[in-house]
């Protein structure tokens, strides 16, 4: 870590004007949420033909692939030990921690008995034959992991801050112990549960890319692949570092806090490198199934194919390779909002654009209540990040920004004078 970057609980006022908005928002997303609980499915468009709609496309498939920030970063800076990146990895791994909790809350929405989620952690339900049933499991035990990698923040944050009012003051003790114990136990074994997040995210994220391959005569030829659990890893792979660097600058906007543009920077360097292994592998995979035809077909899948790999992957490239592009703030924000938004439509068309199902009747459009659900969903993720960012010692900002920092040293909101 940067030795003049102190992870620190941000001071600012949480119900900003942007916030109230997330919040009324989230409030009318939530109202969904349980209301499709309530009654059922039959509030989405989803049938027979179409037995999944945005809320696997985007709240799921897309929220996994964007959550990738949390197990390349953790490599980058723990495995491969680039030591200036120790700033990076506690939000990135808070955003992975978030987004994986948010896919499997946008999943029970998804699914019909949704109160049978848990079945699949019973030895007696398992299908080792079900793609699915792997992409559980290994969703479950990663979630699981990024609460475990989490432990240390919390640990660090209250450890020796124990002061329960009473009548609950006896239990400030065996809340230190605790503490003391999951310090000390963390310490040992923080390094397996990184390297099992990084495996697991390597299985689960190749796996989404699996689902598909099933339906070879429903899927339209520029998106179907029999490597397609390939370029779900590689475009996981290349969008974590664009997860990590947009996040990272919008918290600094938000909070008014200096952005780390040389760190950022010399991480935003890596981005053409992975994007250019998924570009290559997309090409060759084309070529080799002769699909090449289709893209210039003229149809709306040709269209929505151009855009996605343009201006998700080419544009992000050229831009990145600009060192005046990439020293900038605007320039860092865009192109990595680029590769964000390339990696997103390659899920929405995987999932939506590209199935053609046999005798539909019409084609699918989420109702109002999936639209309200999944943006609802994400207004409160953001609301939620900003609530633990100022809670916890997550993000590392310069002394020099003290004045939005809270004291951890006496465990109260005091600040830092410059």
């Not at 590689?234 to 780390?260: D, H, T, W, Y």
């Not at 699909?291 to 990145?320: K, R």
């Not at 605007?330 to 909002?337: D, Q, T």
Request: hydrophobic share 55%.
């Amino acid at each position: 870590m940067n030795n003049h970057q102190i992870p620190a609980p941000v001071k600012a006022v949480y119900f900003t004007r942007g916030a109230r908005i997330l919040a009324l928002i989230a409030g009318i997303g939530m109202l969904a949420y349980f209301y499709r609980m309530i009654v059922g499915l039959t509030i989405a468009n989803i049938n027979d033909q179409y037995p999944w709609g945005i809320w696997i496309a985007i709240d799921v498939a897309t929220g996994v692939a964007l959550a990738a920030g949390g197990f390349t970063t953790a490599a980058l800076a723990h495995i491969f030990h680039r030591e200036r990146y120790h700033s990076l990895v506690r939000p990135a791994l808070l955003t992975a921690m978030l987004g994986y909790t948010f896919v499997v809350i946008g999943l029970l929405a998804d699914l019909g008995r949704y109160y049978n989620v848990w079945h699949p952690v019973l030895p007696s339900m398992w299908q080792g034959n079900s793609v699915l049933f792997e992409v559980g499991m290994c969703v479950t035990i990663y979630l699981t992991v990024l609460y475990i990698e989490f432990l240390p923040i919390v640990v660090e944050r209250f450890k020796g801050k124990v002061d329960l009012p009473k009548p609950l003051a006896g239990l400030n003790k065996i809340i230190e112990l605790s503490l003391s114990i999951a310090d000390a136990t963390l310490n040992k074994l923080i390094s397996v549960f990184i390297i099992a997040g990084v495996v697991l995210s390597f299985l689960h994220q190749s796996s989404l890319g699996t689902l598909m391959i099933i339906a070879p005569t429903k899927m339209h030829p520029l998106w179907y692949s029999a490597v397609s659990p390939l370029f779900f890893l590689l475009s996981a792979i290349a969008v974590g570092f664009p997860m990590v660097i947009f996040e990272s600058l919008l918290a600094s906007r938000s909070f008014k806090l200096k952005p780390e543009i040389d760190i950022l920077s010399s991480l935003a360097k890596m981005i053409p490198f992975f994007l250019g292994i998924y570009l290559g592998a997309k090409f060759i995979d084309l070529t080799l199934r002769g699909a090449w035809p289709y893209l210039l077909d003229g149809s709306v899948e040709s269209f929505v194919f151009l855009i996605e790999l343009g201006l998700g992957a080419v544009l992000p490239i050229i831009l990145l390779l600009n060192d005046r592009i990439r020293n900038s703030f605007g320039g860092l924000l865009a192109a990595s909002a680029l590769v964000i938004f390339g990696v997103a439509m390659n899920r929405i068309n995987v999932f939506l654009v590209a199935y053609n199902p046999l005798y539909a009747e019409k084609p699918y459009l989420p109702s109002i209540y999936e639209i309200a659900v999944t943006i609802g969903l994400i207004a409160l993720l953001i609301l939620v990040y900003r609530a633990i960012v100022m809670i916890f010692p997550v993000i590392s900002v310069p002394p020099s920004d003290g004045s939005n920092l809270v004291d951890r040293t006496e465990g109260s909101l005091v600040e830092v004078r410059r």
